[in-house]
Each structure stands twice: as C-alpha cells, then as structure tokens.
C-alpha cells in the first residue's frame, strides 16, 4: 500500500515527507494506522548523527494507533483495538527477558538496530530501494508494520496523542523515578533537563512523594512547566546551578539526580548534585562513541551510584495500562505535556521548535493534514 511518510535520507538533512510503499504484515506482525507520533529527540539524534543508523530511515519511535489488519499467528490483536507502540520489543525467554529486565531483550536488539523487522528485512521501499524503520516503528508515517510485540493494547477512552507520549517519555521519565531509581516519600530529587523526558520525570518524582523536586534547565520557559508539573525548586542551568542544588538540599545533595539531557559535561555536573550515598541516574541518550568522566575517588569514598536507565527500566506490557490508568485518575497530567500539535508535513518545525525549547512535548498528528 502507499503510504506518507517523513523520510531521513542522511545525518544533517531535513525530514523529506513523501510517498513510500507499506507491504502488507507478514506472520506476527501487525498494520497500524497512526494517530500521533511525538517529537522526541531522540529521533533527533540520526539527523544530528549522535545515533547512526542504516539510511534512509523513517524515524518516529514514540506512537499510537489504531490497528487495521494482523498477519497471520497474531490471535491476541484485532482490528479496530488502540495499541501504544513499544520501541524496545522483548522476547519473554532471552536471559533478560527470563530476568524480569524486557528493556534488555537481546534477541531483538541485532534486527531492531539494523532497522529491519524481526526478520531481518524491511517493509518499507520507495521505488523498490529498501527504506529502514527505526526501532521497528517508524511512527513519523500514516501507517506503520510493525512486530506484534511492539503493540501494547490500551483503553480506548485515552485520546491517541497522549497514549502516544507513554509510548516513550512517559514511560522513561515515570519509569526513571519509580523503578530506576525507586524514589520514595520524602526523598530529595534533581532532575536536569526539562523536556518531555525530565518533565516525566518530575511528574514520576511527584508520583512517588519526593518533598524535593528541583528542575534544572536552560529556558527560563521549561521552568515554568517544571514547577506546573510539581518542580518545588526551579534552576537556571550553569555554573551557580550545583551551589543552588546543595542550598535546597541542606548543603548534602539529592538522594537522587536524574540527567535527561544526553550531554556528557551534564552528566558529570549531575555527580556533584547526588549526595554522599546517593544515586545518579543517567535517562539521557549522549551521543555514540562519546565518554564521560566521572570522578571514581569520589564515588568510592562517597558511595555514590550511578545507574543507567533505559526505558524507564518499565515492562510496557505492565506499565503502559498503568500509565494510562494513572493519567485517568488525574495522577498524571499528560494534557499539559503536549505544548503542541503539527502535521506532519511542519515535522522539521516541531524538531526546531524542540531544540528552541518553545515547547513541553510536541507531538504529530497523522490526522491533520
Ligand atoms: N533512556 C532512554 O530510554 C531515553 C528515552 C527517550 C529519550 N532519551 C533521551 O533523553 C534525552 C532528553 O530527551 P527529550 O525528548 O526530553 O529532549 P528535549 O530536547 O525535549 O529536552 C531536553 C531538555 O534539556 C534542556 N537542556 C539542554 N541543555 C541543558 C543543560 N546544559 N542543562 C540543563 N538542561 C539542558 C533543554 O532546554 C530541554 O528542555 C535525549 O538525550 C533523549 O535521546 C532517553
Ligand atoms: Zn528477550
Ligand atoms: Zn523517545
């Protein structure tokens, strides 16, 4: 079938919207017609070249939908069902599967990061030349193949674009708080970077009773929807930003910071705002290949822990519902997360808007144009 699609063709280029061709789900796949793919930037990372990737590729890794046909073997999907898309499929038997860590699948990882598939071979063509699928996704399009596993059935009374954000930041930043670093009630918290993943992650320390939520950002803008969000102390990125930290926290530190920047200079500024004992949480994506220093004397004398987080350390068939169910009972304000709604055809206008920080989370809305 045809479908639009907004295509990266190279590192360093605009998305191109245009006609590609969709071929029908094969076995264990599923054909969803989508509603909203949000604007997160780790899409951003294959134009800017931190993340490489095979090329052309459709990005778009944070969607929702509606399915319109399965291939064959799929019994637990129907048409017609609202499924939020998972961009980190698991198997359920791999050693981590078997470990309760599904973000850690390695039977899918070779595939998903190849950009195909399951089977190792994409869907996706334009004039008979491959075209791959970031995380097996490739929600920026109209319409999408993807692996069954990806699809996690939710409620129907939760409007698609806000399904969509669960689909990753809700899931990363949420997830980062309660099971990453398992915040809990009247713990203290840092969270640098207030995009759609720290904002969640705000949202998560909320959740979960931190009386310290201190955002740390660069717009003054973010800010103010940090402290909206639950943020008890707001920071203007830079060099004062650790000696504000350690006033709000009675000169100690935070019992947890949390980086959701992707920068390494961040990262290792966020070490000095944990307190002696305390943990780090590393949420952002920093680019491939890069490092980061961080002090081992300081750790081993100070006990400091530093913990990667991916995915929210979430199980999306579990928390995906959960998220959702939290958003209903008005625990989590998923509304005022999306700042903003484009066609898809102003995507390279959402992506500028989010690297400008105008907006909380952008999102696209296959609906509009
Ligand atoms: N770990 C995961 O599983 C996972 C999942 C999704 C996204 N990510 C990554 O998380 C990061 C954030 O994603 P996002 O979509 O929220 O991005 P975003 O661009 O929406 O937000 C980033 C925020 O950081 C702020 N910022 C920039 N420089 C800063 C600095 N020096 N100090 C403090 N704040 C600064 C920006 O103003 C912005 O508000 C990215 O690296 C992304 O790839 C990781
Ligand atoms: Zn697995
Ligand atoms: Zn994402």
């Known amino acids: 079938m045809k479908i639009t699609a907004a295509v990266l063709f190279a590192p360093e280029q605009p998305f191109e919207v245009?006609?590609?061709?969709?071929?029908?789900p094969r076995a264990n796949e599923v054909l969803v017609r989508l509603a909203a793919a949000g604007v997160c930037h780790s899409?951003?990372?294959l134009v800017s070249g931190a993340t490489r990737h095979p090329m052309p590729v459709v990005a778009g890794h944070e969607?929702?939908?509606?399915?319109q046909a399965v291939g064959v073997g799929v019994g637990d999907i129907r048409a017609g069902d609202h499924v939020v898309l998972n961009w980190a499929p698991d198997c359920g038997r791999c050693f981590y599967c078997l470990r309760g860590k599904p973000n850690l699948c390695e039977a899918y990882?070779?595939?998903i990061w190849a950009g195909t598939m399951l089977d190792g071979s994409p869907r996706l063509s334009l004039r008979g030349n491959p075209v791959y699928h970031f995380c097996g996704l490739a929600s920026f399009a109209t319409h999408a193949v993807v692996p069954r596993e990806s699809c996690v059935?939710?409620?129907?009374?939760?409007?698609?674009?806000v399904a969509a954000l669960v689909g990753c930041a809700v899931a990363t930043g949420v997830g980062a708080a309660m099971y990453t670093a398992d915040v809990?009630?009247?713990?203290?918290?840092?969270?640098?970077?207030?995009?759609?993943?720290?904002?969640?992650?705000?949202?998560g320390a909320k959740l979960c009773g931190a009386q310290a939520i201190i955002a740390v950002d660069t717009h003054s803008a973010k800010l103010e929807i940090a402290k909206q969000m639950g943020a008890t102390v707001s920071i203007v990125a830079g060099d004062g930003a650790i000696q504000c930290i350690l006033d709000a926290?009675?000169?100690?530190?935070?019992?947890?910071a949390f980086e959701a920047v992707g920068v390494p200079a961040v990262q290792e500024q966020a070490l000095s705002a944990v307190r002696p004992g305390g943990t780090l949480v590393l949420a952002g994506l920093s680019?491939?290949?890069t490092g980061t220093n961080l002090p081992g004397a300081i750790i081993t004398r100070q006990e400091k822990t530093v913990k990667g987080s991916y995915y929210g350390s979430v199980h999306p068939r579990r928390d995906f519902p959960l998220l959702l169910d939290l958003y209903k009972s008005g625990r989590l304000d998923l509304d005022s997360l999306i700042s903003k709604r484009y066609p898809l055809t102003e995507i390279n206008r959402a992506y500028a808007d989010m690297l400008e920080g105008r907006v909380a989370r952008g999102v696209i809305r296959l609906d509009l144009d």
Do not use: W
């Not at 059935?153 to 674009?161: I, T």
């Not at 009630?185 to 207030?194: M, P, Q, R, Y």
């Open 18 to 24: 245009t006609e590609l061709e969709l071929q029908e």
């Open 43 to 45: 899409d951003y990372h």
């Open 63 to 67: 969607g929702a939908g509606v399915v």
């Open 109 to 111: 990882v070779g595939p």
């Open 153 to 161: 059935v939710v409620r129907k009374d939760v409007p698609l674009d």
């Open 184 to 203: 809990r009630a009247g713990d203290s918290t840092v969270i640098f970077g207030c995009g759609g993943v720290g904002l969640s992650i705000i949202q």
């Open 249 to 256: 926290t009675g000169g100690r530190g935070a019992d947890h």
């Open 287 to 289: 680019p491939m290949g």
